[in-house]
């Protein structure tokens, strides 16, 4: 089936110590996203691409980058996590920015 | 409204009860509303998308209207089984802001048999 998948799932980093949350997609969508869920808070988009544009939304810290190598895979790189960073990190693909965005299962970040 | 808001936080139904939520959303400029189900460990998984004032879409016992003038759209479950357990989330897209999805909360909602 076609599908978003990330890795890892649960992901444990240590503070101040880069960490790099994967997503690849079987889909060959266009746009790929990356969203912030904190507990208890809705998702946050942090950051979308339009294959190879980049559009960071204007709150999210530079601490966090991203890299799309090719269609199907993208990136998040967190260069030096904080206690703050603690989240549900999910990785969403859509043909067109105003369609139907499929979603990943997510990687719960745990930061020490 | 600037934000979206769902209500209620969490619910608690018996097994074969119907239940309903609602998802409050900025109308201006409004493009379209989404229904998402989020199972625990598993991924948010689309329910429907509406972009017309008074559409209303089922799927099997689960049914979504959408009023963009007033901006509001309710969820119902007719029915309410166990596997029905989730959480539910709403996001609305504008043509302000390059149609990003912007979500609420989420409902929480158990079924206990």
């Known amino acids: 089936d076609a599908m978003v998948i990330q890795n890892p799932r649960y992901q444990v980093t240590q503070f101040g110590k880069p960490v790099t949350l994967s997503c690849s997609q079987t889909l060959n969508h266009n746009v790929m996203y990356w969203y912030q869920q904190k507990s208890s808070q809705a998702p946050k988009l942090l950051f979308h691409y339009y294959d ?25 790189d967190i260069r030096s996590p904080g206690l703050g960073d603690a989240a ?25 | ?54 559409d209303e879409k089922k799927k099997g016992r689960i ?23 989730a959480t539910y989330l709403c996001a609305s897209s504008n043509s302000n802001s390059g149609y990003a999805l912007n979500f609420g909360k989420g409902t929480s909602l158990l079924v206990t048999p």
């Not at chain 1, 939304?57 to 269609?71: G, H, K, L, V």
């Not at chain 1, 990785?91 to 719960?108: E, I, K, N, V, W």
């Open chain 1, 52 to 76: 190879k544009d980049f559009n960071n939304e204007a709150d999210t810290p530079d601490n966090f980058q991203s890299r799309r190598p090719n269609t199907s895979f993208c990136f998040l």
């Open chain 1, 88 to 112: 549900m990190y999910l990785c969403a693909t859509s043909a067109r920015p105003r369609d139907t965005q499929y979603f990943g299962p997510g990687t719960r970040l745990t930061v020490l």
């Open chain 2, 1 to 54: 409204i600037l934000n979206v808001e769902q209500s209620p936080q969490s619910l608690h139904v018996q097994e074969g009860d119907s239940t309903n939520f609602t998802c409050s959303f900025p109308s201006s400029n409004f493009y379209a509303l989404h229904w998402y189900r989020w199972e625990t460990a598993k991924s948010p998984e689309a329910l429907f998308v509406m972009t017309l004032n008074g």
């Open chain 2, 63 to 85: 049914s979504a209207t959408l009023n963009t003038k007033e901006g509001y759209s309710y969820l119902y479950i007719k029915g309410s089984q166990p596997e029905d357990s």
